[in-house]
């Protein structure tokens, strides 16, 4: 147990709908990270958090958002979904930056797009 | 801009026979390497990671690897493997240099490594 804690762990939705997926860190950590893991396009970072604000932003849809929130758990949002969508989506989470230590992944959010 | 090769997509072996995962990485500043591997249903977990010092790094499982920065190398080996072996590993590269409370992780496509009797 990585200690970092994703819901739901399996979603199914239709087309043009909106979902929220839901990361609670590991205890102390103050970096969240998402990434999207699809067949064709492998594990892509999608956007970084550190303690409330943005700080990378990598290949995220404008039609995908997230927050960080004061108790440091993060949420991404999809919305208009389309069937590419589907993947699972991966958060992770470090105590202050990956560069000296390592990220913890949760065991992600299977997304169905149908 | 960073990254990873692996260039092969699945590698079978047999148990109890040695097995090496290659990575190959492209970045013009220093970097952090890792093995991640990754089973079933699963997240990712971290075998080792290279930060600095010795070329050699020793992991979880038995696994090991050796930075080999003339060749922008971070092979994975291991020299027997198990059937619980078997799973998926990614190698990644982050960058040390960046500031503002971290940064990202980049991914190679990923090894399947297929561990059989």
């Known amino acids: 147990d990585s200690g970092v804690t994703q819901t739901p762990k399996h979603l199914i939705t239709a087309t043009g709908q909106r979902v929220t997926l839901r990361c609670s860190p590991r205890?102390?950590?103050?970096?969240v990270y998402w990434y999207q893991q699809s067949l064709d396009q492998g594990l892509q970072f999608l956007i970084h958090?550190?303690?409330?604000?943005?700080?990378a932003k990598g290949n995220i849809l404008e039609r995908f958002s997230a927050q960080q929130f004061p108790d440091l758990h993060s949420e991404l949002n999809l919305s208009s979904l389309e069937l590419g969508d589907s993947a699972l989506y991966f958060c992770?989470?470090?105590?202050?930056?990956?560069?000296?230590?390592?990220?913890?992944f949760g065991q992600g959010t299977r997304l169905t797009v149908v | 801009a960073q990254s990873v090769t692996q260039l092969d997509s699945q590698v079978p072996v047999f148990e109890e026979a040695p097995v090496e995962l290659r990575c190959n990485y492209s970045?013009?500043?220093?970097?952090?390497l890792f093995w991640y591997v990754q089973y079933p249903n699963q997240g990712l977990q971290l075998l080792l990671k290279y930060l600095s010092g010795s070329t050699l790094v020793k992991g979880i499982n038995g696994f090991e690897a050796e930075f080999n920065k003339s060749q922008t190398s971070f092979h994975l080996r291991k020299p027997s493997v198990h059937i619980s072996d078997t799973a998926e590993y990614f190698c990644?590269?982050?960058?040390?240099?960046?500031?503002?409370?971290?940064?990202?992780?980049?991914f190679g496509t990923g090894t399947q490594l297929k561990v059989e009797l």
């Open positions: 958090y550190y303690n409330g604000e943005e700080r």
């Open positions: 992770a989470s470090a105590p202050r930056g990956v560069g000296n230590t390592e990220a913890f």
């Open positions: 205890s102390g950590d103050l970096s």
């Open positions: 970045s013009s500043v220093s970097v952090y």
């Open positions: 990644a590269v982050s960058d040390p240099g960046l500031t503002g409370g971290g940064n990202k992780l980049t």
